[in-house]
């Protein structure tokens, strides 16, 4: 961990393999983390890290709810990707959110609004729950727009969800035409690069 006004470097924690950050919680405190398939909790203070989620199947992806209650993520333990929303910090109940398959969630600022990715569609779903400890329910699920995506998030979303930034694919060119015309109609010649 690097603070940004600073060059001291703290090491969070040290494991075999690869780990993928994932989010911070909301107070700082901790660090959200995918390893192996399962979704850990990674204090800043120097303690432990637990498993948050684990097996069957794999977990990623985690994105904790702004008031810091919920925690929504992918997870194939049906045999797809679908995104569930589970109770924090402690796990245990547990919501089915998309529909047809799901990856890499993200929250609006007021946490009643989740987006995930289906294929190359921005799903929104709009959320409700009657007091803030109940699990929040499904109320509609919008398709925002299509676009060709590239790698696993490559998404944010403004804090009131109006506005996404989005890596995005799709064809690229393998040949670049510069039509050179300086001389005029008569002189100007083409070049061709691959």
């Known amino acids: 961990m690097r603070a940004l006004d600073g060059d001291s470097v703290r090491l969070l924690v040290r494991r075999p393999g690869n780990q993928f950050t994932a989010d911070w919680v909301p107070d700082g405190g901790a660090v959200l983390f995918s390893d192996n398939g399962d979704i850990w909790v990674q204090p800043v203070n120097g303690g432990a890290p637990r498993p948050y989620v684990t097996g069957p199947g794999t977990a990623n992806s985690a994105r904790l709810s702004p008031n810091g209650r919920w925690m929504a993520y992918a997870s194939d333990e049906t045999g797809r990707f ?8 402690t ?3 547990k919501v089915l959110i998309s529909d047809g398959g799901g990856a890499n969630p993200a929250w609006r600022q007021d946490g009643r609004e989740l987006y995930y990715w289906q294929d190359d569609r ?9 007091r803030p400890d109940d699990i929040p329910q499904t109320r509609t699920r919008t398709l925002l727009f299509e676009v060709p995506r590239v790698g696993d998030a490559g998404y944010d979303v403004s804090p009131d969800g109006t506005r996404f930034v989005i890596i995005t694919g799709g064809p690229r060119a393998d040949r670049l035409v510069v ?7 008569n002189g100007g010649s083409e070049k061709s690069r691959r």
């Open 82 to 89: 679908e995104i569930y929303l589970q109770s924090y910090p």
């Open 91 to 93: 796990p245990g109940r």
């Open 122 to 130: 921005l799903i929104a779903v709009s959320l409700e729950s009657q």
């Open 179 to 185: 039509a050179l015309d300086a001389l005029g109609a």
